[in-house]
């Protein structure tokens, strides 16, 4: 299918306030921008900024326009992990749990999210931001960034990055990364599977929306059944996997979309999908 170039909102909805920790922007084509907006503190995941980002994710659940979620940053970096300043003034392990629990809301808020969500990554990403964009369904990133899991070097290892880590990367990498605190850089994150793309910085912009033009025509429904299948069949053995697949696959051949979509191919034309919900 030949990708058709989609006309890009001038004046987007903006959700927040001008100097928010965290803005959130939508467009006419229900095109979700998050921008980690604290690019002084390099945009660290502080209690503010996690509770700003679950309320992005629940305001994208309850938009039935909503198609794709641009998770950015403003600043040299991209994100350097938690608030090690404001977790250093907790009283108990009680209240470190707590944060920590907050932060897996946010990571399963992104893989529950039933539109795709791509990081855009202009600077350093490191413990939990390298996190956030492992986290990510898809990211690209400039070929300047470096990505780390570096708590090691102060003696906390960085247990939560981990795990969506050690599913977009090779174990050994990943290993190597966590115990050794060591960068790597965007061309080797690009190697290994971290992000997608690696471009120089005047082509960030434009990298990102290829992807996102090239999701808005695909049918929602079709790519919010994939993806939610994608990570429940990761975790399952392989029977259970194909099983859960087929079943999938089958309820996705119920849907006026797919069967538009194989008449189409069977008549050798373009879908005509329905235009997406604006909201």
């Known amino acids: 299918m030949t990708l058709v170039p989609l006309p890009i909102a001038t004046e987007p909805t903006l959700f927040s306030e001008p100097d928010a920790e965290l803005l959130h922007t939508r467009d006419a084509r229900g095109v979700h921008t998050f921008t980690l907006n604290r690019p002084g503190g390099f945009n660290v995941l502080s209690e503010g900024m996690l509770a700003a980002l679950l309320a992005a994710l629940a305001r994208v659940a309850a938009d039935d326009g909503a198609r794709v979620v641009v998770l950015a940053a403003a600043g040299k970096a991209f994100c ?137 025509t695909k049918p929602a429904e079709a ?7 994608f990570y429940q069949q990761r975790e399952a053995g392989m029977a259970a996997a194909y099983q859960l697949a087929g079943q999938t696959m089958a309820c996705n051949m119920m849907l006026p979309c797919t069967q538009e979509g194989v008449q189409a191919f069977t008549e050798k034309r373009t879908p005509s999908w329905a235009t997406p919900q604006v909201g």
């Open 80 to 216: 350097a992990g938690h608030n090690l300043k404001e977790m250093s003034a907790y009283p108990d392990q009680a209240a470190h749990q707590a944060l920590f629990n907050q932060c897996t809301k946010v990571m399963l808020g992104i893989q529950n999210l039933g539109v795709p969500v791509m990081a855009r990554v202009q600077g350093l990403a490191t413990a939990a931001g390298c996190q956030l964009v492992a986290q990510c369904d898809l990211a690209v990133a400039v070929d300047s960034a470096k990505f780390g899991v570096n708590g090691i070097s102060i003696g906390l290892f960085c247990s939560t990055p981990s795990v969506p880590l050690s599913r977009n990367i090779p174990q050994k990498r990943a290993m190597e990364m966590l115990l050794t605190g060591q960068f790597i850089s965007a061309q080797q994150a690009l190697a290994d599977g971290l992000i997608n793309r690696a471009v120089p910085a005047e082509q960030l912009d434009e990298a990102v929306e290829g992807f996102v033009q090239a999701i808005l």
């Open 223 to 229: 790519l919010a059944m994939g993806k939610q299948l």
